[in-house]
Nanobody, 120 residues
């Protein structure tokens, strides 16, 4: 059974940093982070492949870093220089297809989400 559990969300001021973690029970070839705000579609933030390749949304490139520790079964998202527009519910995803990212398909598994709030 696939289980993804995010943690690390919280409230920070603009310019601050947060590190999200996602504990997983099974290491997928492609895992990523998405975010969503009320009334908007879910947005791909970053994805990491089994060999360490990464992709980032233009809006976060240079500020966010995705990484994975297979020994600890943890996926991370280090977020720096946070902006109010980064405020969203952040979701860990497993099995998100590399070739169509930031889109996903029905085979993607999702965590329950963790809230990130950035105040100006």
């Amino acid at each position: 059974q696939v289980h993804l559990a995010e943690s690390g969300g919280g409230s920070v001021h603009a310019g601050g940093s947060l590190k999200l973690s996602c504990a997983y029970t099974y290491s997928w070839d492609f895992m990523g982070w998405f975010r969503q705000t009320p009334g908007k579609e879910r947005e791909g933030v970053a994805v990491i492949a089994y060999d360490g390749r990464t992709k980032y949304a233009d809006s976060v490139r240079g500020r966010f870093t995705i990484s994975k520790d297979n020994a600890k079964n943890l996926l991370y998202l280090q977020m720096t220089n946070l902006r109010p527009e980064d405020t969203a519910e952040y979701y860990c995803a497993a099995g998100c297809p590399w070739d169509i990212w930031p889109r996903t398909d029905h085979g993607t598994y999702w965590g329950q989400g963790t809230q990130v709030t950035v105040s100006s």
